[in-house]
């Protein structure tokens, strides 16, 4: 059997690039490096997750950069260009270990050698977490 060549999105007819985009409801992006370089948008990155929302697509980004908060992102977003993001919209290591937390240790008391930005993220989940800092102030009291 023959692999089938793919061909590049501005190689297909403007049907065709229609009919690629109707064959998905959702789209997954990472941001650094492709949204964003450092503090500057990429060109056109706004304007395509704009028209892909246009065109009744849900957007998710997915980020392994565990030092920004929502705040930070969705300034980012907005820099870029990026229309209506949510906090929601954006996955990072922070909220995955939160969900993964809520989800299959429901209650426990977790040991974190985190970023204060991840403690942030856990305790704001109602994730009850001891860390060294906590562990340095109670031996200085």
Avoid at 3 to 32: G, M, P, T, Y
Avoid at 65 to 89: H, M, P, R, T, W
Avoid at 91 to 117: D, Q
Wanted: proline share 3%; glycine share 4%; hydrophobic share 40%.
């Amino acid at each position: 059997m023959r692999a089938k060549i793919s061909r590049h999105i501005l190689e297909l007819s403007v049907q065709e690039q229609q009919d690629f985009v109707n064959s998905f409801d959702f789209s997954l992006s990472d941001c650094d490096g492709v949204l964003w370089l450092a503090l500057s948008p990429l060109p056109n990155a706004g304007r395509t997750i704009n028209l892909l929302k246009s065109e009744g697509k849900k957007c998710i980004f997915v980020t392994n950069n565990c030092y920004k908060n929502d705040e930070q992102f969705l300034e980012k977003f907005k820099l870029a260009g990026i229309d209506s993001v949510k906090s929601e919209d954006v996955i990072n290591p922070n909220k995955a270990i939160a969900m993964y937390l809520e989800t299959y240790k429901p209650g426990e008391r977790v040991f974190s050698v985190n970023n204060h930005v991840a403690n942030e993220v856990f305790r704001n989940s109602g994730i009850d977490i001891e860390t060294l800092v906590n562990i340095f102030i109670k031996k200085l009291i």
